[in-house]
């Protein structure tokens, strides 16, 4: 073993992270007909209005559990299956409850089936996740989320978007870190347009704090990369730089410029259940609106790369099953334990209301082979 002050032990704890935005569907997923989804082991489910805004809702009447995905929705109330309890699609307040007769003085508008902020853009549909209530508590009236969700960044006016979705049998401690991991490439991502693990060489990159994350400073893309090289049509190569970003509690943001050209992503790992997550990619781009059948051909590379990514979630989940003792090293694992100290100063400074302490304290310089 090499000096044990570079090695650190430790094992993903699977917390789920509450009070932020998370994604929860594909904007094209949800019609006006009742879709269910689930985020942090919540059931939800998600319509649109008469108007096509939509809502979600917990998934489950407040009177007896029956699901509401199993109830009827005429466009502005959602309607129980079981006993015809009707609720307030973006409110969630009750609106009626046939079995009352006219002398029974129940304040129908005191229940709630519980609703969440929802908002749409960049071809997903947003859900804000609140702290749980207490046990037993029931709903209320929602209250606003502090700040807007996401999104990815656009430097035009004319660009071009698209997503990509595939589900991991895995935590999102293990997705993320996947995620933002830097050495995988040349292993997981080989194919002759992109690079080989023949490629590997030295790597220096700078690292800064930001709110909740850290940024990989703007750099001079990889040179070992064939879609990188293309770059250097738009622009002078020591002119074209590259950022990634990673923020709590699961968004990892991309922006490459050249010139006047730039492409964005925005990948999100969105837990499901406690051993279940989803990786979602959305890109938007103004470069290659030259080349035949350039959005496909970008879109071919991210679903490969997301595909490969996946295959190999599903391949680690079965060592993961015996629970093995895990390690993080530096350099190259340092952003991954920079994510357990910040998921870890969040829930902390929740717990005792303080203030959030940032584990890093100011710029880094990290180096590993990739």
């Given at each position: 073993?090499?000096d044990?002050?570079?090695?650190?032990?430790?094992?993903?704890?699977?917390?789920?992270l509450?009070?932020?935005?998370y994604?929860?569907?594909?904007?094209?997923?949800?019609?006006?007909?009742?879709?269910k989804?689930?985020?942090?082991?919540?059931?939800?489910?998600?319509?649109?209005d008469?108007?096509?805004?939509?809502?979600?809702?917990h998934?489950?009447?407040?009177?007896r559990?029956?699901?509401?995905?199993?109830?009827?929705?005429?466009?502005?109330?959602?309607?129980?299956?079981?006993?015809?309890?009707?609720?307030?699609?973006?409110?969630?307040?009750?609106?009626?409850?046939?079995?009352?007769t006219p002398?029974?003085?129940?304040?129908?508008?005191?229940?709630?089936?519980?609703?969440?902020?929802?908002?749409?853009?960049?071809?997903?549909?947003?859900?804000?996740?609140?702290?749980?209530?207490?046990?037993?508590?029931?709903?209320?009236?929602?209250?606003?989320p502090?700040?807007?969700?996401?999104r990815?960044?656009?430097f035009?006016?004319?660009?071009?978007?698209?997503?990509?979705t595939?589900?991991?049998?895995?935590t999102?401690?293990?997705?993320?870190?996947?995620?933002?991991?830097?050495?995988?490439?040349?292993f997981?991502?080989?194919?002759?347009w992109?690079?080989?693990?023949?490629?590997?060489?030295?790597?220096?990159?700078?690292?800064?704090?930001?709110?909740?994350?850290?940024?990989?400073?703007?750099?001079?893309?990889s040179?070992?990369?064939?879609?990188?090289?293309?770059?250097?049509?738009y622009?002078a190569?020591?002119?074209?730089?590259?950022?990634?970003?990673?923020?709590?509690?699961?968004l990892?943001?991309?922006?490459?410029?050249?010139?006047?050209?730039?492409?964005?992503?925005?990948?999100?790992?969105?837990?499901?259940?406690r051993?279940?997550?989803?990786?979602?990619?959305?890109?938007?781009?103004?470069?290659?609106?030259?080349?035949?059948?350039g959005?496909?051909?970008?879109?071919?590379?991210?679903?490969?790369?997301?595909?490969?990514d996946?295959?190999?979630m599903?391949?680690q989940?079965?060592?993961?099953?015996?629970?093995?003792?895990?390690?993080?090293?530096?350099?190259?694992?340092?952003p991954?334990?920079?994510?357990?100290?910040?998921?870890q100063?969040?829930?902390?400074?929740?717990r005792?209301?303080?203030?959030?302490?940032h584990?890093?304290?100011?710029?880094?310089?990290l180096?590993w082979?990739s």
């Amino acid at each position: 073993m090499s000096d044990p002050e570079t090695v650190q032990r430790q094992t993903p704890d699977a917390l789920m992270l509450y009070g932020f935005w998370y994604r929860a569907l594909p904007s094209d997923r949800v019609r006006r007909q009742l879709a269910k989804a689930m985020l942090l082991d919540t059931p939800l489910v998600l319509g649109r209005d008469g108007e096509g805004r939509p809502f979600a809702l917990h998934d489950a009447c407040p009177h007896r559990g029956m699901p509401l995905s199993c109830g009827h929705f005429d466009g502005g109330q959602v309607e129980c299956s079981y006993h015809g309890w009707r609720f307030d699609a973006h409110t969630g307040q009750c609106q009626l409850v046939p079995s009352l007769t006219p002398d029974q003085k129940l304040k129908v508008d005191r229940i709630y089936a519980g609703s969440y902020a929802c908002q749409e853009h960049d071809d997903f549909i947003w859900v804000y996740i609140p702290e749980p209530a207490s046990a037993g508590a029931g709903f209320t009236k929602a209250a606003e989320p502090p700040v807007a969700p996401p999104r990815v960044p656009t430097f035009s006016g004319k660009y071009k978007i698209a997503y990509l979705t595939a589900d991991l049998p895995c935590t999102v401690d293990h997705g993320i870190i996947g995620l933002m991991d830097p050495a995988h490439g040349p292993f997981v991502h080989q194919a002759w347009w992109w690079r080989s693990r023949h490629s590997i060489h030295e790597k220096q990159k700078n690292f800064e704090p930001m709110r909740y994350g850290f940024r990989m400073s703007a750099h001079t893309p990889s040179s070992n990369s064939a879609p990188y090289k293309l770059l250097r049509l738009y622009a002078a190569a020591d002119s074209i730089t590259t950022s990634i970003d990673f923020v709590l509690p699961n968004l990892r943001l991309e922006t490459i410029r050249a010139g006047k050209y730039w492409f964005s992503s925005l990948t999100t790992v969105t837990p499901i259940t406690r051993d279940q997550c989803r990786i979602d990619v959305v890109a938007a781009w103004n470069i290659f609106r030259w080349l035949p059948l350039g959005p496909e051909l970008l879109k071919f590379v991210f679903a490969k790369f997301v595909e490969q990514d996946r295959r190999t979630m599903e391949k680690q989940s079965q060592g993961l099953r015996h629970n093995p003792h895990l390690m993080l090293i530096d350099d190259a694992d340092r952003p991954a334990k920079w994510y357990f100290q910040l998921k870890q100063a969040y829930l902390e400074s929740r717990r005792n209301g303080g203030e959030f302490r940032h584990p890093i304290r100011g710029p880094v310089t990290l180096k590993w082979r990739s």
